[in-house]
């Protein structure tokens, strides 16, 4: 059981990492008043460009360095050109002002087709290949810790860095200078503007850093999961990330926990091909487990942040006692062997998506000025 | 006392189509009051948006202490020590008072880290206490925005500005939201500030407002500088007849009215707000045939949420609204229009037009599946048209077209399509919030003898306004609200401004209660 | 006194506008085809960089879509499916809604055009009108659920049609796969039965593949005109798509409306679904069947400034660009995905337009209403 | 300022790029109407959905299709390619290639099949060449037209070659498997007949395989999913990792490489080209699309082209860098299994319990 644990959450982590970062991509947009529905798209022109940096690279100064600083140099090149695409966001959506949504399907639409046409014409002719992943780096002492150290200790360094941004962004977004800035420009862009905040530089900046976010997401792809380009790799992560990111309602740890969750459930729908699991007590627990979170979350919310609008503590905790109830029957009960499709499987978590947009776990509110390019009145 | 911090020379700002500001002189001395006073769109808020940065004049320029100040943004007003108190609040709901106030201006502590250092709250709002204290301006520095009064967000918008180190204060129409013993309070605040070294630019168009509290008066009139007097030196006619620029009645002859019938009743109507606290209390009242019946009071104590009850756009819990004994408590508009209804809503840009519609389509809003405009699924666009035709021309609508999109008229005129759109049909009751905001004159003047027309015709109003001097003028019979409950009706012949404003204050009602205790 | 008055005069006004008819007319013509210009040239770009040439390619491209009969032929029934979906896509604009979810409610319409054109026997002049009766419902149940959603509880359209349309795909993959139900017995292909002849779309001329499918379309296409300019419904839902509070103030029923806007918008997607498998050989549903229509018609859609004859004349460009990619890349040697980024750059060109508009120095028409698309994104419909 | 300057860039961009294209080489060709010189056959190449770059057997295909060309000397001009984006277009495309004259058209994947045959029947005078489509007609019964080769492959047999090698080298005892689109029947028979090798060579060893649970834009190239599926291999314990689906194998050959594992690839030999697993590959199951491909078109040339079925070999790749961990038991054991395989000794395909049922395996004789 330990195994299967283990095994299912560092999965889920490593399923949730690239869905974060373009999490925190949409998150800083947002926030400061921009959609952006083109993380996709940013994600895919990182992955790309991170692979032909560190490949060409590798390729050009052969073994004279060790094949991390390729991939750091391709971390940085994957970066910045995602921080570039966003930049085009930004131009057509701040500075022409157009539809924040077609300029985000104009980005996808570019990012599918010029990452696909340049691995057509220059990738696969020219037999490029990747110079391997970061490596795993167990934190010493911590990754000693049984099960949690396994599944949070003994990660590659850039799923340690999506830990530290989450946080650290959690703290910028609400307590720093630039945070509060960021807010008031995607709640009340005038009474920014009024004391002397430059809305639409504000908003550059914001999409320009979240573009890199995203790139670092694709590059991830690249760099820390599979080792190479391939083609659309990034096989709509930035839409799922876009729901991430509401769900975790626009909060850094939010999106952690929303993007946790659904790697948990895309975890799972692997998980059980493997056949060693009944897939009706899988569906049980893991309903029971979905109960137990929300249930929990809320309890914390309500303690920690004391929440205004947050549900009743006797909701709560019947939530975390159903929860639990269940997950105790579900061990007592003799499940029926039954094979559910794989397809089924692997529609836990757009089902978990409409769930939370329909505020059945809370109801979401984003930032008031979204969408609307500012003008003075 | 006499040397000028503040002085503009030749200020010009065109818009597209419009000249704004021609050639505008003006001086601020130290420590005075000095009022802007002017018509909707004489250009005062232009002009003081180009002295705060956000906008950039065409020519002119600005001295700020006799010396040459080059305002490019706010960053810069603020630097040269001015500051600027909006009509619309400039805060952001979903932040606390701290947060707003050092919004732009932080303060951190721990490591110098910049803007990613982290916020010193607890200093900020140690500060905002002391100097809430020192100005008489009382508010938590860690409520909510969205929590507070009308009257405390005020007191937050001049804290912000003194909290910023102005001492030039431009007040942008700030009584527009205040009873008049909210205004009385401000303006000790702005006296107390001019005595401690502040200089205030006081921007109305409310005559009276300008003889209680300015020591100088500057009229502008369609963007130029009309003169600047003092109060003693003018009577409010000859203040009035610079503004308007011809001599204004400054009452409506509005003749006796002759009242029948109940038309609207409302019977203990309790509607909920945000968070499910009661925002209209136990409302009761009567409107009958060929009255005016006005309701007074600060926004936001209910009044924008009755009117929304009783036109449909709101449910209520308890209660029930009736119009000429039928119950239609909670129906929709449609069935409400059916049941002789028109609205003219509060935000007209909101509610009540569709800006990107033509003019004809915005005169059949409500009427376009009927006959003759339509005949239940396809539309006749030539009846439409027709239509239209003829109440641009009864109701003095001026427009080049009818089929140009109706946001490209002046907001006078938006007002007049949706008058002219309720009035044109068969209506029992017209509900009218705010009929007259942000007008011109000769606007107001238009639309108060339309609703006097319509009363004397037999129609019910119910006119909602914070104008009091509106209410006061139109009414036959005048309610007053506050904090979502009916504390008063007083006849118009018996009702003065002062014993409304107690009422509106809330003040009369503790007494009573008082009294009941005792 | 100055008494002076500043304000523009009516005079100044009229002439303005009622020349500004025949300007804005003719800059709204301008802009897409300067905008289509611009983007070839870039693209040519790209081309060129690949080692081909990219006047031959586009000549290619010309002849690929209009060359000869087959080609112009092949064009027409490109753009069928793009010019229903496209205009389902400019319906839910119109209602203020953004469906991205076309894609799904397209293969839903084609699945359900499968099962009905499969299920029974009956008269040619019953069958297919039933099936695309089933094509058009299902299409519109699916993305009515999207409308309840954002009806009932503001939940955003976007997102939620991005998951229905994975959740149709998926479940559709299913039940051709190799367990589904649908699967054809004895195929070693994941495909679904040919639908009988009785629910085949007649051949306009016979033998030459082009289907009654391309009737259907202009008709919805005049249909779609008709009910947004000329019913009380198209007020209803233009009104709501525009301003809301404004439509609830108007006595509008606006849940209803979304809910409606939607599931129309859903029933041209379905639609398309059904014309496809109804009108292609081998009339059925297989893998790979309709790949990224849904994607099209939105830009389709857009390029068309959600104007029903707008639409008409992109829908042709997307479906010429489709048809004439085969020779492009037969005899200039050009890889399809060049498609994708000429359609990435049109969008563009004409979605900024002011880029196009400062480039070729174009005037704005003035006083025209931008259309915000996203009016309501993550907030409730309060 | 800027906004000049960025204008004048663009224009200047805009400008080159008409003048770059208007210097380019003229265009070469006119179409069908004219014969071109040196072109003693026109070779036309028309993909499935999936893309001619995908590493897998549209790449093999098209790289079998300029292999054919150059061995017949043909210049790059006589011969060409159409990508299929919707499969409602397969018909279309192929007639493209008619249309212009061409004489050999090549088409892959069994989805194609009845198309390509549909047209062949039209145009006697065209050869077609189709990969991975069986010459049946409707009721699956053989039906060979003269101008149509099927090439056709026993992927349960590479499959099971792989899961032998999986099954004999593994230490840990568990194997893992990442695949493709479950309800494509040549992914399906790698699948089953891999798990029936393991097994066959190693009862004890237990096997997991993994589909990739989406539609056909998904599963083939969704590498991310491969890699994190391969991931959770290795956390159960797998030491031999084998992948067959495009790029989602890709993903996971790729990080089991990079966690350790040894891998084994699919279709063609992916040491060459999946450089990024050079070191842990052990071999692939080999699919020679590239040969058999290239031998059908200079038949084609030579007139020995004959219509119905043919079947290339099914075998494994050398194991190059690995050469040496393999045991030289385990090298005769693969060996006496390949002979036992194509004797019919062996059923690769048997099914077992929850085997997909989506094999249409073709006996052997």
């Not at chain 2, 030039?168 to 129409?173: A, C, G, K, P, T």
């Not at chain 3, 009515?144 to 229905?164: C, H, R, S």
């Not at chain 3, 893998?287 to 389709?300: C, L, Q, R």
Request: hydrophobic share 45%.
């Amino acid at each position: 059981m330990d195994v299967i644990l283990v095994g299912l959450f560092s999965l889920a982590i490593i399923k949730a990492t690239p869905l974060v970062y373009g999490a925190l991509c949409g998150i800083l947009g947002e926030r400061s008043g921009v959609i952006n529905i083109g993380i996709e798209g940013m994600m895919l022109i990182g992955a790309f460009m991170a692979f032909m940096g560190s490949a060409l690279f590798g390729k050009w100064t052969g073994a004279a360095f060790s094949p991390n600083l390729a991939l750091i140099v391709g971390l940085a090149i994957g970066v910045l050109s995602a921080a570039l695409v966003a930049a085009l966001h930004a131009v057509l959506s701040i500075h022409y002002k157009i539809d924040q949504v077609i300029s985000g399907t104009v980005i996808n639409l570019l990012a599918a087709g010029i990452t696909d046409y340049a691995a057509n014409v220059y990738i696969d002719p020219s037999h490029l290949s990747g110079v391997g992943v970061f490596p795993e780096v167990p934190i010493p002492l911590l990754s000693q810790i049984p099960i949690l150290g396994k599944i949070f200790f003994s990660q590659q360094p850039m799923v340690y860095f999506m830990f530290g941004l989450v946080i650290f962004l959690q703290y910028a977004i609400f307590n720093t200078p630039w945070g509060l800035r960021m807010r008031s420009v995607g709640e009340h862009p005038s009474a920014a503007d009024t004391v002397g905040i430059n809305v639409n530089r504000t908003r550059y900046i914001n999409v320009i850093l979240g573009g890199a976010l995203a790139g670092l997401g694709g590059a991830f792809l690249v760099l820390e999961s599979v080792g190479r380009f391939q083609k659309l790799m990034t096989a709509g992560r930035g839409f799922i990330a876009l729901a991430v990111m509401i769900f975790g309602r626009w909060t850094p740890v939010g999106a952690f926990l929303a993007a946790l969750l659904f790697g948990f459930a895309e975890a799972l729908g692997v998980r059980l091909q493997f056949g060693d699991i009944n897939h009706l007590y899988a569906l049980v627990v893991i309903i029971a487990v979905i109960v137990l979170f929300v249930g929990a979350v809320g309890l914390i919310r309500s303690w920690v942040i004391r929440s205004r609008s947050s549900r009743s503590l006797v909701v709560n905790l019947s939530l975390i006692g159903l929860g639990a109830l269940t997950l105790i029957a579900a061990k007592l009960i003799q499940f029926p062997d039954m094979a559910i499709p794989i397809e089924f499987l692997g529609l836990l978590p757009y089902i978990l998506t409409i769930l939370a947009l329909t505020g059945l776990v809370r109801k979401a509110v984003g930032p008031a000025a979204i969408g609307r390019p500012y003008e003075k009145q | 006392m006499t040397t000028p911090v503040l002085q503009l020379e030749n200020i010009t700002k065109h818009f597209p189509g419009v000249l704004a500001n021609a050639s505008i002189c003006f001086d601020l001395l130290s420590q005075e009051i000095h009022a802007v006073l002017g018509e909707n769109g004489a250009g005062k808020t232009t002009l003081m948006n180009i002295v705060y940065g956000l906008y950039k004049p065409d020519s002119g320029r600005i001295l700020v202490n006799n010396e040459p100040a080059d305002i490019e943004d706010p960053n810069d007003a603020l630097r040269a020590g001015i500051g600027m108190v909006h009509q619309h609040f400039k805060l952001v709901p979903v932040m606390t008072v701290t947060e707003n106030l050092m919004l732009g201006h932080e303060k951190t502590r721990g490591l110098p880290l910049g803007m990613l250092g982290r916020l010193d709250r607890k200093q900020v709002s140690q500060e905002i206490r002391s100097l809430g204290e020192r100005y008489g301006l009382r508010v938590d520095p860690d409520a909510t925005v969205e929590d507070l009064s009308v009257g405390e967000a005020q007191r937050v918008e001049i804290l912000k500005v003194l909290y910023k180190g102005a001492d030039i204060l431009i007040l942008d129409e700030p009584t527009a939201v205040l009873t008049p013993q909210e205004t009385e309070e401000l303006f000790e605040i702005m006296r107390a500030l001019v005595g401690q070294g502040k200089s205030i630019i006081f921007i109305t168009h409310k005559l009276k407002e300008v003889r209680a509290v300015a020591n100088r008066i500057t009229v502008l009139r369609q963007g130029k500088v009309v003169g600047t007097t003092t109060p003693d030196a003018v009577n409010m006619a000859e203040l009035a007849a610079m503004m308007v620029g011809r001599a204004v009645l400054l009452t409506v002859d509005r003749g006796q009215s002759h009242p029948k019938g109940v038309v609207l009743s409302v019977e203990k109507l309790t509607v909920p707000g945000k968070s499910n606290q009661p925002v209209v209390n136990d409302v009761s009242f009567g409107v009958r045939a060929g009255e005016i019946y006005g309701i007074a009071g600060v926004q936001g104590n209910g009044q924008t949420e009755l009117v929304e009850a009783i036109t449909g756009l709101k449910k209520s819990v308890s209660g029930n609204v009736k119009i000429l004994g039928k119950d239609i408590t909670n129906l929709g508009p449609r069935l409400l229009a059916h049941a002789g209804l028109a609205h003219v809503p509060e935000d007209r840009q909101k509610h009540g037009l569709v800006l990107a519609f033509s003019v004809e389509a915005n005169l059949v809003l409500e009427t376009y599946y009927q006959q003759p405009f339509s005949d239940g699924w396809w539309i006749h666009p030539q009846e439409m048209r027709k239509n239209a035709k003829k109440l641009v021309a009864e109701f003095d609508i001026r427009t080049p077209s009818v089929s140009i999109p109706v946001s490209s008229l002046s907001g006078g005129n938006q007002q007049k399509v949706i008058i002219a759109r309720e009035l044109s049909r068969a209506i029992k009751l017209l509900v009218i919030n705010q009929p007259t905001r942000g007008l011109d004159v000769g606007s107001i003047e238009f639309i108060h003898k339309r609703i006097i027309e319509a009363r004397d015709q037999g129609v019910a109003v119910l006119l909602i306004s914070v104008e009091l001097d509106e209410i006061l003028s139109l009414s036959d019979r005048i309610g007053v609200m506050y904090n979502g409950r009916m504390v008063a009706e007083i006849p118009a012949s018996a009702a003065k401004r002062e014993t409304l404003g107690y009422y509106m204050a809330g003040l009369r009602v503790e007494q009573s209660a008082n009294k009941n205790v005792s | 006194m100055r008494l002076e008055v500043f304000r523009i005069t009516e005079s100044e006004i009229a002439p303005r506008t009622a020349t500004g008819k025949a300007v804005s007319h003719l800059s709204n013509l301008g802009v897409p085809v300067f905008a289509i210009f611009t983007a070839l040239v870039v693209a040519s770009l790209a081309i060129f960089l690949s080692g081909s040439n990219p006047i031959e390619a586009y000549l290619a491209l010309a002849a690929g879509a209009f060359g000869d009969l087959d080609s112009l032929i092949t064009t027409m029934i490109k753009t069928i499916p793009l010019l229903i979906a496209g205009l389902g896509v400019a319906l839910a604009f119109r209602g203020g809604l953004f469906n991205i979810g076309v894609e799904g409610q397209l293969f839903v319409g084609s699945i359900a055009a499968v099962i009905v054109g499969t299920g029974f026997h009956a008269p040619i002049y019953i069958h297919i009108p039933v099936t695309l009766l089933a094509g058009i419902f299902s299409g519109a149940l699916w993305a009515a659920i999207a409308g309840f959603l954002k009806a009932k509880y503001g939940a955003n359209e976007v997102i939620t049609t991005i998951m229905t349309n994975y959740i149709a795909i998926r479940i559709i993959t299913w039940s051709i796969g190799a367990y589904g139900p649908l699967r054809k017995a004895a195929s070693v292909v994941p495909e679904t039965n040919s639908i009988f002849e009785s629910a085949r779309l007649p051949e306009l001329i016979p033998g030459a593949r082009l289907h009654a499918g391309i009737l259907i379309a202009l008709l919805a296409a005049l249909l779609i005109f008709l009910l947004l300019f000329r019913t009380t419904l198209g007020i209803e839902i233009r009104t709501v798509g525009m301003n809301l509070h404004a439509a609830r103030y108007a006595g509008i029923n606006v849940n209803r409306t979304i809910v409606l806007t939607m599931a129309l918008s859903g029933g041209l997607a379905g639609l398309a679904g059904a014309v496809q498998v109804m009108g292609l050989s081998p009339y059925n549903f297989t893998t790979g069947f309709n790949v990224g229509y849904g994607f099209d018609s939105i830009a389709v859609a857009v390029l068309g400034s959600i104007h029903p004859l707008g639409i008409l004349l992109s829908s042709l460009l997307f479906g010429a660009m489709d048809a004439g990619a085969r020779l492009m890349q037969l005899r200039a040697r050009v890889p399809i995905e060049i498609i994708t980024i000429l359609q990435g750059l049109i969008l563009m060109f004409v979605a900024a337009n002011q880029i196009i508009r400062s480039l070729y120095h174009i005037r704005a028409p003035k006083g025209q209403g931008e259309v915000n698309l996203t009016q309501s994104w993550g907030g409730s419909t309060d | 300022m800027h906004k000049k300057i960025f204008w004048k860039f663009f224009i200047a961009l805009a400008a080159t790029s008409i003048l770059l294209a208007a210097c380019a080489p003229a265009p070469s060709a006119g179409g069908a109407t004219e014969e071109e010189a040196g072109c003693k056959l026109k070779i036309g190449y028309v993909s499935d959905v999936g893309k001619i770059n995908d590493q897998s057997f549209n790449q093999a295909s098209w790289t079998g299709v300029q292999a054919g060309a150059e061995a017949l000397g043909l210049d790059s001009s006589c011969y060409s390619f159409i990508e299929t984006a919707d499969s409602a277009d397969y018909e279309t495309n192929i007639n493209s290639f008619v249309q212009e004259g061409y004489n050999v058209i090549v088409t892959s994947g069994f989805a194609m099949g009845q198309v390509t045959r549909k047209v062949a029947s039209e145009n006697p005078d065209v050869l077609f060449i189709g990969i991975d489509q069986q010459q049946v007609n409707e009721n699956f019964e053989p039906d060979p037209y003269d101008n149509v080769a099927g090439l056709n492959f026993h992927e349960d047999i590479g499959g099971f070659l792989a899961g032998a090698t999986a099954g004999l080298m593994t230490k840990s005892n568990v194997v893992g498997g990442v695949f493709g689109c479950q309800f494509i029947p040549a992914v399906a028979r790698y699948e089953v007949g891999y798990h029936n090798g393991v097994t066959y060579v190693n009862p004890d060893a237990s096997i997991i395989d993994v589909y990739h649970p989406g539609s056909i834009d998904q599963c083939f190239s969704d590498s991310a999913f491969g890699s994190e599926t391969a991931q959770s291999f290795i956390n159960e314990g797998a030491d031999v990792v084998y992948g067959a689906g495009g790029l989602t194998a890709n993903g996971a050959l790729i990080t089991a490489c990079n966690q350790g594992a040894m891998v084994i690839g699919t279709d063609m030999d992916q040491f060459l080209t999946l450089p990024e697993v050079k070191d842990c590959i052990l071999t692939s199951a080999m699919k020679d699309i590239v040969t058999g491909v290239s031998d059908l078109i200079v038949a084609a040339s030579d007139g020995t082209f004959q219509g119905g079925d043919t079947y290339g070999p099914s075998m494994l790749a050398p194991f190059h860098n690995l050469d040496s961990q393999v045991p030289d038991g385990v090298k005769t054991q693969l060996i006496d299994i390949a002979n036992k395989l194509s004797t019919g000794e062996i059923d690769p395909c048997a099914p077992f319990q929850d085997s997909n049922p989506n094999t249409f395996c073709i006996p052997v004789k």
